[in-house]
């Protein structure tokens, strides 16, 4: 008697059909003709084809959605790129959903330990997945979470022996294919800085470091290759922009008589015997929550909400095959299966460090790994670093215990300086730390956390709970508390403030998705500094409110994203302003809001429309404001870094407006691969790009071109000093060629 349409009524039925396949104990053995049989259905399974979420759109949503603007500690921190680069690598050498391991699946930091599990019963119970559309079946994979997962996963049948069951779980690596790719990229400006002009002896001796010794072009290269016995390496060179090149000097020496600036590899084996990893070379480290030591990245405050987590069995080891010439170690490092669900890792490292000298001590560490002028020349591998030690953990039955051991070594030592931000800074040659983390996994209840001591007596401890009263509720609870006199260099955790030392604060999170096509997602975070920082002479406190609506019906034609964020933060007052500041600090509420949506206009067209505002109450009022889109074209529903599309384009603009460089907002710019651009955005003007990519040779050739400007309104000269382009506008041409065998 329902005079509704068929295609409504399965809409209906859908919803049950799936639970009862689900659930029936006997439907179970029948999963896979049922799965057939359901695939005849109008939108009963979607497929792969269906899917809507592009590579660039998820980088997108990732720094979007993370805490990566508002102000110095987060949004000019570089800490975003190890993210995208690591993020990167997974979607470019994707995991095999019907023989991957648990491990290679905690790598997915979005996914969480319950996912997980429930992803490898239901392939233990049913099968191997034929597609993404058969990823509906575990409740606890919505369709956000399936959308993410597709970009790093393939549904490939299984090699004989390559997975048979939960008890060998975990030694087999999921990839059988041997896998090489090459890269080179150049950009190439279309202006000229100061730092480039022709100077001569008498100018360089007056202002040595507005001179650049090297020409305008960024060039870049990169090899990596992946075999199928677990054998892996990979290498990197790279010259910025204006660092020399068998160039000589103004005393007839060579300078980068090395050819490139910077040479970095790595070789590495995985799941050979007891041996679970051991590289040589470049690699990043990561134990526990990153106390003691962290080379890969922190978790914003955004990304606890979004499912990211420190993986309790995941590889603490990772090789470095890129361009970041900060955050890595040189050396050796080894994890060891020992038996009874126990890991030992050993480590030893020695490299050299950029850094500014005061006497015979460091005074500050150089991260940008530019060597351009003769002073970043003669600071160039100042100090020399040996950092060694060790980390065992045992995983059982939900309980996981691990320690570790590090101790550093610097040449010159360490000081502080006569700056009061300064004035609990390591010192000397010496440095030591041990310390313990843990967690206690059930279904609907994380614990997880880590405490340290450093040799000198300082503490840190860093605590999370994670509790799922209801399917799709998620609540987080954040604790940590930082001495001022913690010293760990190599540290990296959850913190509003740069460093791992001086600061209290708890956090709280809560992520709902019970609504149909909705997802709220808010945090708090409430924290203090009872010390002097960088432009704070006084002890000082804040807080951080987040607010994050999102609305993606399942047929994936749009999605539209609502976020606000209110942040209250303690500064010096400004140097005009000081007579008159009634106390010691300066109180600034920063809020930010964004309106983003975007439409599948059809098979091989998207539009992205993005609002920004920013509103700075300080000593003044300042405000900003961005409009921009984009579209996309790409004749294959995937784009993704690999499409198969022959011909793919994306273009952008934006115009934007800020009163004051403090109101400046903050956007990600879609770029070439492992070249990603996340802007600030301050003045009055236009920005605008356009990306073309071409595959050639079945996909193993694929050349990127991208052509990107920016004009202002309120200005003639743009940048000042060796960066000064004696115009208002400037455009850039950016290269890249991608070989895969």
């Known amino acids: 008697s329902d005079h509704r349409s068929p295609a409504i009524l399965i809409a209906h039925a859908k919803p049950r059909l799936m639970t009862f396949l689900h659930t029936s104990s006997c439907m179970k053995r029948l999963m896979p003709f049922c799965l057939s049989l359901l695939s005849m259905l109008p939108g009963a399974i979607p497929t792969v084809q269906g899917q809507t979420l592009k590579w660039e759109d998820y980088i997108d949503e990732l720094l979007s959605s993370s805490d990566l603007s508002g102000d110095a500690s987060s949004g000019e921190d570089a800490g975003w790129v190890n993210i995208v680069e690591e993020l990167t690598e997974m979607h470019l050498h994707p995991l ?56 790093f996963v393939t549904f490939e049948p299984q090699a004989e022996g390559e997975w048979s069951s939960s008890s060998v779980r975990g030694t087999t690596p999921s990839s059988s294919r041997r896998r090489n790719e090459a890269m080179v990229r150049t950009d190439v400006p279309l202006y000229t800085r100061a730092g480039y002009r022709p100077f001569t002896l008498d100018e360089w001796q007056q202002h040595p470091a507005q001179h650049y010794w090297g020409n305008a072009l960024h060039v870049s290269a990169r090899y990596a290759s992946r075999q199928a016995d677990g054998l892996g390496w990979g290498f990197a060179m790279e010259k910025d922009a204006g660092e020399p090149f068998l160039t000589r000097g103004v005393d007839g020496q060579w300078l980068g008589r090395k050819g490139f600036d910077y040479y970095g590899g790595y070789l590495q084996l995985k799941n050979r015997g007891m041996w679970r990893n051991v590289t040589v070379g470049n690699y990043h480290l990561q134990f526990g929550q990153g106390l003691i030591m962290n080379t890969r990245y922190a978790l914003g405050k955004g990304m606890l909400l979004d499912g990211w987590e420190r993986r309790l069995t995941g590889d603490v080891i990772s090789g470095h095959g890129g361009t970041n010439e900060s955050d890595y170690l040189r050396g050796a490092a080894a994890t060891a299966r020992v038996g009874l669900g126990t890991e030992v890792t050993m480590f030893v490292s020695y490299r050299r460090y950029d850094a500014t000298l005061a006497g015979d001590s460091v005074q500050t560490f150089l991260i940008t790994g530019l060597h351009r002028t003769s002073s970043e020349i003669d600071r160039a591998g100042t100090v020399e670093g040996w950092v060694a030690g060790g980390h065992v953990v045992t995983h059982r039955d939900g309980l996981h215990l691990g320690a570790t051991a590090l101790w550093r070594h610097y040449d010159p030592p360490l000081g502080r300086g006569a700056q009061l931000y300064r004035a609990h800074r390591p010192i000397g040659r010496q440095q030591a730390n041990v310390g313990v983390d843990y967690a206690y996994c059930r279904p609907s209840l994380t614990v997880t956390g880590e405490t340290a001591l450093s040799l000198n007596g300082g503490w840190a401890t860093l605590n999370t709970l994670r509790f799922e009263p209801w399917e799709r509720v998620g609540l987080t609870l954040l604790q940590r508390c930082y001495s001022v006199d913690y010293w760990a260099t190599q540290a990296n955790a959850f913190g509003d403030g740069s460093e791992v030392r001086g600061e209290e604060g708890l956090y709280v999170g809560t992520d709902v998705r019970v609504f149909r096509n909705w997802r709220l997602t808010a945090y708090a975070d409430l924290y203090r500094f009872p010390m002097a920082r960088y432009r704070v002479d006084d002890p000082s406190h804040g807080s951080d409110i987040n607010a994050m609506a999102t609305y993606a019906p399942r047929d994936g034609r749009i999605t539209v994203s609502m976020r ?72 294959s529903a995937r784009l993704t870094a690999e499409s198969n599309g022959r011909i793919s384009l994306d273009g952008e603009a934006s115009w934007f407006y800020t009163t004051d460089y403090a109101a400046r907002l903050y956007g990600y710019e879609r770029g070439l691969l492992y070249a990603y651009n996340y802007r600030a955005y301050a003045g009055h003007g236009l920005r605008a790009m356009i990306m073309v990519n071409m595959s050639l040779l079945g996909n193993r050739l694929v050349a990127t071109a991208k052509l990107s400007g920016t004009h202002y309104f309120d200005r003639d000269v743009i940048g000042s000093q060796a960066e000064l382009i004696a115009s208002n506008h400037a455009e850039d041409v950016a290269l890249q060629l991608r070989w895969k065998w």
């Open 96 to 151: 095999n959903l019907n023989a991957a391991t648990p491990q290679e699946l905690e790598q997915l930091p979005f996914l969480s330990a319950r996912q997980i599990e429930e992803i490898l019963y239901h392939r233990d119970l049913h099968g191997p997945f034929h597609d993404v559309g058969e990823l509906m079946l575990i409740p606890l994979l919505d369709y956000a979470t399936r959308q993410r997962l597709v970009l």
């Open 564 to 635: 606000y964020r209110w942040k209250l933060k303690q500064r010096n007052p400004l140097a005009e302003y000081r007579a008159v500041a009634c106390d010691g600090l300066q109180t600034e509420v920063t809020q930010r809001a964004r309106l983003q949506a975007t439409t599948v206009l059809s098979s091989m067209w998207t539009l992205t429309s993005t609002a920004d505002f920013c509103l700075v109450d300080a000593e003044q009022r300042n405000k900003g404001v961005r409009l921009g889109g984009r579209i996309g074209y790409a004749p």
